[in-house]
């Protein structure tokens, strides 16, 4: 009952969905999704929203490092809209920041999708609401103070 409140449904039709009568919606995988633990728990559900293996989305580090030697040389270039507002140059010491240390491969997964849908106005709309609802699930676990 408290696994059926947790992803926002009921038990009759959690029982359901365990006998393969009917199948979760995508906001309750997404739910589900969420509360899994480890690869074993995760990697079904992920197969079952439609995503790409997590594990095939990592890059070589030779390839990442290169990548931002270059992006660093087309911004010291001026390249793309000048970057008024700081906002590549931001991205490019964040990426640095993470260099030394394990890249989740959730984070490679997503900005392939932003590569792919940069240029769809609803896709960008998505990417801030994904912005917010981090920002509000950090602040509601304790991770994060405002």
Same mark, same amino acid.
């Given at each position: 009952m408290v696994f059926a409140r947790l992803?926002? *449904?009921d038990q009759s039709t959690v029982s359901k969905y365990e006998a393969g009568k009917i199948a979760p919606s995508r906001s309750t995988l997404l739910n589900i999704l969420r509360l899994a633990e480890g690869d074993a728990e995760r990697n079904p559900i992920l197969e079952a929203l439609g995503v790409e293996n997590p594990a095939d989305l990592g890059m070589p580090q030779s390839e990442v490092d290169q990548a931002i030697e270059d992006f660093e040389t087309y911004l010291k270039q001026g390249g793309s809209a000048a970057n008024k507002d700081g906002s590549k140059k931001r991205f490019i010491d964040l990426v640095?920041? *993470?260099? @030394?240390?394990?890249? @989740?491969?959730a984070i490679t997964?997503?900005?392939?999708?932003w590569v792919k849908h940069r240029h769809d106005k609803a896709a960008r709309? #998505? #990417?801030r609401n994904l912005d917010v609802y981090l920002d509000v699930e950090l602040k509601a676990s304790g991770k994060v103070r405002d």
């Open positions: 992803v926002g *449904t640095r920041l *993470t260099l @030394d240390s394990e890249i @989740d491969p997964g997503i900005l392939a999708k709309k #998505f #990417f």
